[in-house]
């Protein structure tokens, strides 16, 4: 909303426009607080049963403590799965939509094809030549300064596909010919060294250069994983894996993950709501319930953003660093409704 409020002083952003960008960013937001929400509802809910001894009158009747938060739990699992398909269906469009309505507002360009240092590394065979073998190794190394309307501009393509000779390719502008299933390259040099020193040079003005179109796709991929649905997430960890790209392709693996974890933590504070609410004599005010509900989002988030980090950068597994926040809260709450059960 601030950044908004900026760009309608600073900008000259319509309010109308800056109202409908809100809403259409609501949705990321929402998410969020789906998990807040099941913790505060059945914290509240009951921690009211247990003031009002319904609870307690449950107990004498032999209902068992599980059996009372048998609903909340279900309630729960109703809320992870409405949380994901909120999440992979409406989040990742909307939050696009924002962006192209903000843009076509402020007079940009609206064109969803369009990135930044695009790289892209090619592993294949590498040929031998004399004495040498073939070998198996890096054959093309892509990078691309911008990507603009389906151009490429002030790319770099370095071929290490024969063994003994290096070959650098310099363009203003590069474009994919669907007809060749070639990139064409425009205006430009290509740089040859070998192994015993000679360099040759060649100006073009067209070249066409065998390489397939994966730095395309990779251009076209949205910045944030935020904005990508679980099935667009794999393969934009498939496009990075192939292009040599490991952080990246690891950084999506624990996004991948983070995109079902997130809705999980729905049933996790279901049952640590429950188990905190159901403990006998608790009488816990809408404000404490809210004060608790904050203090545990908060140090979840901690805890998974921690772990998150880690496995972004390598320390542990993705699926290791997803699940854990997970898998340790769950604990925390078992630990609660048996304490709750005594």
Not at 188 to 204: D, P
Request: charged share 20%.
């Amino acid at each position: 909303m601030f950044e908004l409020v900026r760009k309608i002083v600073e900008s000259g952003l319509p309010f109308q426009i800056a109202l409908q960008v809100l809403i259409l960013r609501l949705p990321g937001f929402l998410v969020i607080s789906f998990p807040m929400a099941m913790l505060m509802a059945t914290l509240l809910a009951y921690s009211k049963l247990s003031a009002n001894s319904e609870l307690k009158a449950l107990h004498s009747v032999g209902v068992t403590t599980t059996r009372m938060i048998a609903a909340a739990l279900a309630l729960g699992v109703f809320m992870t799965c409405l949380t994901f398909l909120f999440n992979d269906i409406i989040v990742p469009q909307s939050n696009r939509n924002a962006e192209v309505t903000l843009k076509r507002a402020l007079g940009r360009a609206i064109s969803t094809e369009k990135g930044e240092d695009i790289i892209y590394s090619k592993f294949g065979k590498i040929k031998g030549s004399g004495s040498i073998k073939e070998s198996d190794g890096l054959t093309q190394l892509f990078y691309a300064k911008e990507f603009r309307k389906s151009v490429m501009r002030d790319v770099t393509v370095l071929d290490f596909s024969r063994s003994g000779y290096t070959q650098m390719l310099v363009a203003q502008k590069a474009i994919w010919n669907e007809k060749e299933s070639m990139w064409q390259f425009q205006i430009g040099r290509i740089l040859t060294l070998a192994s015993n020193g000679n360099t040759t040079t060649v100006q073009f003005d067209s070249y066409l250069y065998p390489l397939v179109n994966a730095p395309t796709k990779i251009a076209k991929l949205p910045k944030d994983a935020n904005d990508m649905t679980v099935l667009e997430a794999i393969k934009a960890k498939k496009l990075y894996a192939e292009a040599g790209n490991i952080k990246e392709a690891r950084r999506m693996r624990v996004r991948i993950q983070e995109k079902f974890t997130l809705p999980m933590a729905c049933l996790v504070f279901s049952l640590i709501g429950s188990s905190l609410g159901a403990k006998p004599n608790t009488r816990t005010s809408s404000s404490q319930g809210f004060g608790i509900s904050v203090i545990l989002i908060l140090f979840y988030y901690v805890l998974s953003f921690t772990f998150s980090s880690f496995g972004v950068k390598g320390t542990i597994a993705p699926f290791v660093a997803a699940w854990s926040p997970i898998v340790i809260s769950m604990l925390s709450g078992g630990f609660l409704l048996r304490q709750a059960s005594r």
